[in-house]
Structure formats: structure tokens, C-alpha cells
């Protein structure tokens, strides 16, 4: 996963930043910490000779993007939660192991700490991918939505460029630096895959039985 991400952001620019950042916002859990990390060192002049990049970017446009991505894809992952979630559980639900108790469960959550969690889900690592589909099931309001979750991926977006661009003078610190952090992302997603995927048969499994009883 790291390698194809620097090696397209680094022969493609803003189109591939654009791909990444959407999809990572769509329910698809594509580690931004390498995406926004390397698209931020590739604003510096050194790392795009050092890596044999062709694309100089600029950090400006690295945050307008990679925030435009984010909220253009969370607000698909919105749209489909609040107009076809429940719909969608009926339909694919025995397919992804989603359940109509797990969508209660994300809507007393939201009840609970309310329209701010769209926000701060988004500076959260492998919870801002599905915060978007959370927040359209919950029914938060579109305005309030659109404005945290552009708030949040502006804020997330900005630190990780940053630090990239930071710390580009130095080529081979970057990529242990990034690399060292997708291999750890990476370890953190297969666990967490595996444990995901047994939790949520049993608990798809579970809650079936219980629609099932008279």
C-alpha cells in the first residue's frame, strides 16, 4: 500500500491525491497518514529529486485537495448512510455482516455526544473512513455535517502535509518515518480486519437470531 501510493502521488499529483483521499473517506480505510505525509514532502523541491518524483506540488493546494477529497467522499458515504442505510442493511447487510442493531448502536452514539463526533472523527485515524456513513444514519443535519467535516479534514489534512513537509529535507528520514507508519497502520488494519470480521459475525449472527424470535 505505501509503495503505490508514493510511487503514483509521485508520478501523478493532485489527480491520484484527489482518488486517494475520496475513497479514503468512502468507507474505505486507505492509511491518510501516507497519503496527506507524502503528498506534504513532495512540496519540497529536495524530496521530488530525491524520490525521482515529476510532480512538484505545492502545500496549499496539497490541504485545499486532499480537504475537497475528504469531504466530497464523506459526503457520499453521508448520503448513502441517511438515504439507503437502512435499505442497504436489508439488501447487503448478510454480505459486509452489518446489522439494524449496529445502525441503532451508531445513532445512540451520535445521540449521545452529538453533532461534534463528525468533527472529531475525522482527526481519528481508520474512524474518520466511516464517520461519514455514521453521521448520514444518525440523520445529522447537512449544514451542521458539511461544516464539521470540513472543519476536521482541514485540520487533519493540515497537520499531516505539514509534518511531511516538515520533514522533507531529509529524504531517508521520511520514508522511515511514513514508511514506519504505514507498516504500523498496515498491522493495525489487518488486526483490527480480523478482529472486526469475527466480532461482527457474531454479532450480525446474534442480532438475526433475535429478529428471528416470535
Not at 515529476?54 to 485537495?65: C, G, K, N, Q, R
Amino acid at each position: 500500500m505505501q509503495s503505490f501510493i508514493t510511487q503514483h502521488l509521485a508520478s501523478s499529483g493532485y489527480p491520484v491525491l484527489f482518488v486517494l483521499a475520496l475513497l479514503g473517506a468512502m468507507c474505505i480505510p486507505i492509511p491518510s497518514e501516507i497519503t496527506f505525509g507524502f503528498a506534504g514532502a513532495l512540496c519540497a523541491s529536495s524530496f521530488v529529486h530525491a524520490s525521482g518524483g515529476s510532480h512538484h506540488l505545492t502545500l496549499w493546494a496539497v490541504i485545499v485537495v486532499g480537504t475537497a477529497a475528504t469531504v466530497a467522499g464523506a459526503t457520499v458515504a453521508y448520503l448513502v448512510g441517511r438515504f439507503a442505510g437502512r435499505a442497504f442493511v436489508d439488501r447487503y447487510g448478510k454480505y459486509v455482516l452489518l446489522s439494524h442493531d449496529d445502525l441503532d448502536r451508531t445513532e445512540r452514539l451520535f445521540s449521545r455526544w452529538g453533532d461534534g463526533l463528525v468533527g472529531v472523527g475525522q482527526v481519528i485515524p481508520l474512524l474518520r473512513a466511516f464517520v461519514g456513513f455514521g453521521a448520514g444514519v444518525a440523520r445529522v443535519g447537512a449544514v451542521p455535517f458539511l461544516v464539521l467535516t470540513t472543519l476536521g479534514a482541514a485540520a487533519w489534512v493540515s497537520l499531516i502535509s505539514v509534518i511531511g513537509f516538515e520533514a522533507s529535507g531529509n529524504y531517508e528520514h521520511v520514508v522511515r518515518w511514513f514508511g514506519g507508519a504505514g507498516y504500523v497502520v498496515a498491522g493495525v488494519v489487518v488486526v483490527v480486519i480480523v478482529v472486526g470480521i469475527v466480532h461482527r459475525w457474531r454479532r450480525y449472527h446474534e442480532a438475526q437470531a433475535r429478529r428471528s424470535q416470535p
